[in-house]
């Protein structure tokens, strides 16, 4: 009798809380994983896929990326999501905000998230949700409504906006964040967003653990300060300066008021995106011990693991924070390997060279920030796993359990019966070069370029659909957006 839309045979199945990896079969029906077990028969399936001993991920939740910052959201939404398929990331969740870049407005997001919606509709290859960032007050006010009305759990502030442009310096942050007259974008405004976001959980009690506020940790003052400092000495240049230009340190700071005021404003639910450094790092273990009422969250980016100011491949590499000396990079390891990381992701963001690189193109003050880069997010993190002694079972909880439980999304993040039919085939021996050519990405470069990466993905599945195989993107898009919490 056929009970099985698919079946995927001779896996070896990683899970998040196992540290066996045991050979079974998978078998699908109406897009969720029905049964996990050896021998089912071939006959009990329409379709049936050898997996030839791969090993099966749960599909990847990247829980960072930002559709629609450098390119029409629209476009960025078709192309960026076959680079998710491409990397076995199979849920994407992008942040929003109003101002320049992403929609180019300011004003309500009861009016601007409609919008993004409809931008997005029927053009990505994965699933996909939205952070939002609360930039004005009235925004705050909105809170309520977004998680009632569009499934909106996760927020977002941007530290470093108040005084400080998202490529370096600004005289003019009302005109570029677009907010009203008189608001100003500042630590004042960052404790009302908590406060905002608290009055939400308290308002939604049987969703609170699924609210939740990420913060972009650098400092202002700090980095303005050590820009001019940096551009005056003129000993440094490329991604060395620009490191140099956003130090450290100015992560610790604001790791630190972030925490204090996480506690001050009794929000337990806190997210510290992609910390870069030791003393980003260190910071934020320190902040953990110091608010143990506060339930922290810390992300690295896959970007930060795998390169460095030496080996990403010039101005391409700018990214906030920025790639760091090896050294940091060691560091982030450590505390990986440690369990002191929560997850893993992208910040992925297409910034085409036309608008990537300013004249001149080596100056790294004039680029733009960010780059692409979720393609290799579970390939790169599988493959250079094994020699930092990360168990691949950790791999699946940094890039897909943790993350979906941290963002509700309660149909994702493991391979087990009754959960969306999301998984990456992986082979782990298969070893390959990173060239740009070959990403599904609009973004023409990539600061991994020449990179070997250990591990590569083989297959995607999306909700059961075959949407990755043989080096190629298939099908139409069929990903869906989540309006979270999703419900099994």
């Not at 204090?260 to 992609?274: D, F, G, Q, R």
Request: hydrophobic share 40%.
């Amino acid at each position: 009798m056929t009970e099985l839309d698919l079946l995927i045979k001779n896996v070896r199945l990683v899970k998040h809380d196992a540290a066996d990896i045991p050979t079974t079969d998978i078998g699908v029906k109406d897009g969720k994983f029905h049964r996990i077990a050896p021998g089912i028969a071939a006959s009990e399936a329409r379709e049936v896929v050898d997996g030839k001993g791969l090993l099966a991920f749960p599909g990847v939740v990247d829980a960072h990326q930002h559709w629609g910052i450098y390119n029409p959201l629209s476009d960025d939404t078709a192309s960026e999501s076959r680079a998710c398929a491409q990397g076995g990331v199979t849920t994407a969740i992008t942040y929003m905000r109003t101002g320049q870049y992403y929609m180019n407005r300011g004003g309500s997001y009861n009016e601007v998230f409609p919008l993004v919606l409809q931008g997005a509709e029927g053009r990505s290859h994965v699933d996909y949700a939205f952070h939002l960032a609360p930039m004005q007050k009235s925004h705050i006010e909105e809170i309520p409504e977004l998680i009632a009305r569009f499934g909106v759990t996760s927020f977002k502030i941007f530290m470093f906006y108040g005084s400080h442009g998202l490529h370096g310096r600004s005289e003019d942050q009302g005109s570029f964040l677009m907010t009203p007259p008189g608001e100003r974008y500042d630590l004042a405004h960052f404790e009302f967003v908590m406060r905002g976001v608290q009055a939400a959980r308290q308002a939604y009690p049987e969703l609170a653990e699924e609210i939740s506020l990420s913060l972009h940790c650098e400092t202002a003052e700090i980095m303005t300060a050590y820009t001019k400092l940096v551009e005056e000495e003129g000993r440094l240049d490329g991604l060395a300066a620009y490191s140099a230009s956003r130090p450290p340190h100015s992560e610790g700071l604001a790791v630190t008021i972030a925490s204090y005021l996480a506690a001050e404003t009794e929000l337990p639910n806190i997210n510290l995106l992609h910390l870069s450094s030791r003393k980003a790092i260190e910071a934020a273990m320190l902040m953990a011990k110091t608010f143990p009422q506060v339930n922290f969250r810390r992300e690295v980016t896959i970007g930060h693991l795998l390169a460095n100011i030496e080996t990403a491949s010039g101005v391409g590499g700018k990214v906030n924070p920025p790639l760091r000396p090896q050294s940091d990079v060691d560091a982030l390891w450590e505390h990986l390997v440690a369990g002191n990381v929560s997850w893993v992701v992208s910040d992925h963001a297409c910034c085409k060279e036309e608008k990537k690189f300013g004249d001149p193109k080596s100056d790294v003050f004039q680029a733009k920030s960010g780059f692409g880069g979720t393609e290799y997010l579970l390939p790169g993190l599988a493959g250079a796993a094994p020699s930092h002694g990360l168990p691949l079972q950790k791999v699946a909880e940094l890039t897909a359990w943790a993350p979906a439980q941290r963002f509700g999304l309660r149909t994702k993040g493991q391979i087990a019966e009754g959960y969306d039919a999301d998984l990456a085939l992986v082979d782990p021996a298969r070893s390959w070069t990173v060239d740009a050519a070959d990403s599904e990405s609009a973004q023409e470069y990539t600061p991994l370029q020449g990179l070997e990466i250990g591990a590569s993905v083989e297959s995607t599945f999306l909700r059961g659909q075959r949407i990755y195989a043989d080096r190629k993107v298939t099908g139409d898009p069929q990903g869906r957006y989540l309006s979270r919490p999703t419900s099994r």
